[in-house]
């Protein structure tokens, strides 16, 4: 008998949700350009934007109190000088130094507080990649103005971001002379290691909790920076074969691609090149006898935001110090 | 007469206290006058934002923490009852190793923002928790009855089967751990009362049902043999039994998450305290399901505030002291 029940308490439970579920319209696919109505009537220009999650966008003037969940977009916010518009961020956003005094909204165990959020009155947030659409649509439930900036997947792409971002809190303009400035940075790494022909071998470190079988960044891929801006720099990445884009690596692989450069990206988590120097096994590695292990901001290589040329410079920096002389 | 009630009236004037807890105890501080004049109505004017936080997020999530728990502690009877073992929970079976596997194989694929999108995590997890059970129960019949060491053996083989799955889509997945390990210690970002009217008919119709077979699973305690010749249809009142109460815990995890250790807690608590008649143990294992995971839950939310841990976390990392501490006390009675 309960086998004949069990579809209809589905099927039941289908239609309920159907029907009590918060209710969102479905995007109607648009272009991604601004629309800006004619402004002989409006004296505040409204703004329509498509984001990441195909969702509309419409502002009805510049946001003055934005909150933003995660390290990047806080980074590309400060970076286009919306500074004064912005009144919270999420715990893991940390840079510049001016982005700790402002209220923090949780997040650091993947869960944010939204009576928090709420309590800031913001007139829009700006969630990223990182976080899961419910938190996006469960804001929208409350009132809230939600903007999803789709994770950046390359240097170009963290251009449109900041242009994004730009429009979105009304301060074009500002993202053109910061494109600019960053582009000719960009152009000047490049043309440096045009000059080189010698690539040296790397092994950038994400976690050595287990140093028999560390964590390093593997194939470029959407969310990973750090292979492709290795490579930009003038470098080989030798987890750039690994099937994952964030992969463990054995140390006996290690040992057989025997990198001329060590990476410390988890030197935050105090990892230092005298503790991979007594590491057991790994003194048999050419970066570890010769001393060529350096620690790293890993923030400037895994936030898609203006920091990711910093990385570049700096990644370059380690790899062809004589071209920066 | 009045000594059988006391219980109840104990138990429900906790429920009430740890709802006026949890809706009062929040990262954003609400003062009690404002608090107390949101809950009469008066001067909604002055407090509109606090009367916002109260409604749109405080109250659904503690009604949402309260389904829960209650889901969970009614479940972790029954699931003890059919089993007849102290450590039966009502995860036993592969109702949470299966929502895993569910919510996790959906977090891995990038769903459109509409509707159904949104929907893809609560309902694979629910999907997949039902599967699991099928397939337990499937594997652990012989012919016409249903032997519970064949149950739990069936159960804990799928249940790692499901679990070593999760594991290997977590570690492939490329993007962020974070709302996978969330999700799987019981935190869930869904504000607002739209999941509880979904929630609300199973538990209301998981849980009503449960409250039936309280004299039954009184006479499964004899023995199958026993049970049989006093005129009860063991695998059958077994068979039901199990299906409901997994039922009820698949939709509780759906929306809420992995919460461990209030199932299995929950109705040991009340067995020590009232002893072991069914009939009472039951319908007080749903309500102190609901208070205990309410505390906890308080608990989770400040501890760090205003970060907010997976309260899965809390019932475990609290839990079991407290757990602990009650076993010693009552540990020359030999309750079970």
């Given at each position: 008998?309960?086998?004949?029940?069990?579809?209809?308490?589905?099927?039941?439970?289908?239609?309920?949700?159907?029907?009590?579920?918060?209710?969102?319209?479905?995007?109607?696919?648009?272009?991604?350009?601004?629309?800006?109505?004619?402004?002989?009537?409006?004296?505040?220009?409204?703004?329509?934007?498509?984001?990441?999650?195909?969702?509309?966008?419409?502002?009805?003037?510049?946001?003055?109190?934005?909150?933003?969940?995660?390290?990047?977009?806080?980074?590309?916010?400060?970076?286009?000088?919306?500074?004064?518009?912005?009144?919270?961020?999420?715990?893991?956003?940390?840079?510049?130094?001016?982005?700790?005094?402002?209220?923090?909204?949780?997040?650091?165990?993947?869960?944010?507080?939204?009576?928090?959020?709420?309590?800031?009155?913001?007139d829009l947030v700006i969630a990223g990649g990182i976080n899961p659409p419910e938190l996006v649509a469960s804001l929208e439930s409350l009132g809230l103005t939600?903007?999803?900036?789709?994770?950046?997947?390359?240097?170009?792409?963290?251009?449109?971001?900041?242009?994004?971002?730009?429009?979105?809190?009304?301060?074009?303009?500002?993202?053109?002379?910061?494109?600019?400035?960053?582009?000719?940075?960009?152009?000047?790494?490049?043309?440096?290691?045009?000059?080189?022909?010698?690539?040296?071998?790397?092994?950038?470190?994400?976690?050595?909790?287990?140093?028999?079988?560390?964590?390093?960044?593997?194939?470029?891929?959407?969310?990973?920076?750090?292979?492709?801006?290795?490579?930009?720099?003038?470098?080989?990445?030798?987890?750039?074969?690994?099937?994952?884009?964030?992969?463990?690596?054995?140390?006996?692989?290690?040992?057989?691609?025997?990198?001329?450069?060590?990476?410390?990206?988890?030197?935050?988590?105090?990892?230092?090149?005298?503790?991979?120097?007594?590491?057991?096994?790994?003194?048999?590695?050419?970066?570890?006898?010769?001393?060529?292990?350096?620690?790293?901001?890993?923030?400037?290589?895994?936030?898609?935001?203006?920091?990711?040329?910093?990385?570049?410079?700096?990644?370059?920096?380690?790899?062809?110090?004589?071209?920066?002389? | 007469?009045?000594?059988?009630?006391?219980?109840?009236?104990?138990?429900?004037?906790?429920?009430?206290?740890?709802?006026?807890?949890?809706?009062?105890?929040?990262?954003?501080?609400?003062?009690?006058?404002?608090?107390?004049?949101?809950?009469?109505?008066?001067?909604?004017?002055?407090?509109?934002?606090?009367?916002?936080?109260?409604?749109?997020?405080?109250?659904?999530?503690?009604?949402?923490?309260?389904?829960?728990?209650?889901?969970?502690?009614?479940?972790?009877?029954?699931?003890?009852?059919?089993?007849?073992?102290?450590?039966?929970?009502?995860?036993?079976?592969?109702?949470?190793?299966?929502?895993?596997?569910?919510?996790?194989?959906?977090?891995?694929?990038?769903?459109?923002?509409?509707?159904?999108?949104?929907?893809?995590?609560?309902?694979?997890?629910?999907?997949?928790?039902?599967?699991?059970?099928?397939?337990?129960?499937?594997?652990?019949?012989?012919?016409?009855?249903?032997?519970?060491?064949?149950?739990?053996?069936?159960?804990?083989?799928?249940?790692?089967?499901?679990?070593?799955?999760?594991?290997?889509?977590?570690?492939?997945?490329?993007?962020?751990?974070?709302?996978?390990?969330?999700?799987?210690?019981?935190?869930?970002?869904?504000?607002?009362?739209?999941?509880?009217?979904?929630?609300?008919?199973?538990?209301?119709?998981?849980?009503?049902?449960?409250?039936?077979?309280?004299?039954?699973?009184?006479?499964?305690?004899?023995?199958?043999?026993?049970?049989?010749?006093?005129?009860?249809?063991?695998?059958?009142?077994?068979?039901?039994?199990?299906?409901?109460?997994?039922?009820?815990?698949?939709?509780?995890?759906?929306?809420?998450?992995?919460?461990?250790?209030?199932?299995?807690?929950?109705?040991?608590?009340?067995?020590?305290?009232?002893?072991?008649?069914?009939?009472?143990?039951?319908?007080?294992?749903?309500?102190?399901?609901?208070?205990?995971?309410?505390?906890?839950?308080?608990?989770?939310?400040?501890?760090?505030?205003?970060?907010?841990?997976?309260?899965?976390?809390?019932?475990?990392?609290?839990?079991?002291?407290?757990?602990?501490?009650?076993?010693?006390?009552?540990?020359?009675?030999?309750?079970?």
């Amino acid at each position: 008998m309960f086998r004949k029940m069990i579809p209809t308490i589905l099927a039941i439970g289908l239609l309920l949700s159907a029907c009590n579920f918060t209710p969102l319209a479905a995007p109607e696919p648009t272009s991604t350009e601004p629309v800006l109505p004619a402004t002989e009537t409006a004296t505040i220009p409204t703004l329509t934007l498509t984001d990441g999650l195909d969702r509309i966008v419409t502002l009805s003037g510049p946001p003055q109190r934005i909150i933003s969940l995660t390290p990047a977009t806080t980074e590309i916010l400060f970076a286009i000088g919306a500074v004064d518009q912005i009144v919270g961020r999420d715990a893991f956003s940390d840079h510049p130094a001016e982005a700790l005094a402002l209220p923090d909204v949780g997040g650091s165990y993947g869960e944010y507080s939204q009576e928090a959020i709420v309590a800031l009155q913001p007139d829009l947030v700006i969630a990223g990649g990182i976080n899961p659409p419910e938190l996006v649509a469960s804001l929208e439930s409350l009132g809230l103005t939600v903007f999803f900036l789709a994770n950046p997947t390359s240097i170009d792409d963290m251009y449109t971001a900041l242009s994004t971002l730009a429009t979105l809190t009304y301060n074009e303009g500002n993202d053109i002379t910061l494109i600019e400035s960053l582009q000719a940075r960009v152009a000047a790494v490049d043309e440096k290691i045009a000059t080189i022909s010698d690539y040296p071998t790397v092994y950038y470190e994400l976690d050595a909790t287990d140093p028999t079988l560390p964590y390093t960044a593997g194939r470029a891929g959407p969310t990973n920076f750090v292979t492709p801006l290795i490579e930009r720099a003038g470098g080989v990445n030798i987890g750039s074969g690994l099937e994952s884009e964030w992969a463990s690596i054995s140390l006996e692989q290690l040992i057989v691609a025997d990198p001329y450069i060590i990476i410390l990206g988890d030197s935050i988590y105090g990892e230092t090149p005298e503790k991979v120097a007594a590491r057991t096994g790994w003194s048999v590695l050419s970066a570890v006898q010769s001393g060529r292990i350096y620690p790293f901001n890993d923030s400037l290589v895994t936030r898609p935001g203006p920091r990711l040329v910093d990385g570049l410079e700096a990644l370059a920096r380690l790899l062809h110090p004589e071209l920066f002389e | 007469m009045r000594r059988r009630f006391l219980p109840y009236i104990l138990i429900f004037i906790a429920l009430v206290l740890s709802v006026l807890l949890s809706v009062a105890i929040g990262s954003v501080f609400i003062p009690p006058g404002d608090l107390w004049r949101v809950i009469t109505g008066q001067s909604p004017r002055i407090i509109t934002q606090a009367a916002f936080i109260l409604t749109a997020i405080r109250l659904p999530h503690s009604v949402l923490t309260a389904l829960t728990g209650a889901a969970l502690g009614g479940s972790g009877a029954a699931y003890q009852a059919v089993f007849k073992n102290p450590l039966a929970d009502p995860y036993l079976i592969g109702v949470a190793s299966g929502a895993g596997l569910g919510a996790v194989a959906a977090m891995a694929i990038s769903w459109p923002y509409t509707f159904w999108g949104l929907a893809a995590v609560p309902l694979a997890a629910f999907l997949g928790a039902l599967l699991t059970v099928f397939t337990v129960y499937a594997l652990a019949r012989i012919g016409k009855t249903l032997p519970t060491t064949n149950l739990i053996l069936a159960g804990v083989a799928i249940s790692a089967f499901a679990t070593a799955l999760t594991s290997f889509l977590m570690l492939r997945s490329s993007g962020e751990l974070h709302r996978a390990i969330a999700w799987l210690l019981g935190g869930s970002s869904q504000a607002g009362w739209g999941p509880i009217m979904i929630l609300l008919p199973y538990l209301a119709l998981g849980l009503g049902a449960l409250l039936l077979f309280g004299h039954a699973l009184n006479l499964l305690q004899f023995g199958d043999e026993q049970a049989q010749q006093l005129g009860l249809n063991v695998t059958r009142t077994r068979t039901l039994v199990l299906l409901i109460a997994s039922l009820t815990t698949a939709a509780a995890v759906a929306f809420s998450g992995v919460i461990g250790f209030i199932g299995l807690i929950v109705p040991h608590i009340i067995r020590m305290w009232l002893g072991v008649d069914y009939r009472r143990l039951l319908p007080m294992s749903i309500l102190g399901g609901a208070v205990v995971l309410l505390i906890a839950d308080v608990l989770a939310r400040v501890v760090l505030a205003p970060q907010e841990l997976p309260v899965g976390i809390v019932t475990a990392l609290a839990g079991a002291p407290f757990f602990l501490w009650i076993l010693r006390k009552t540990k020359s009675q030999g309750y079970w």
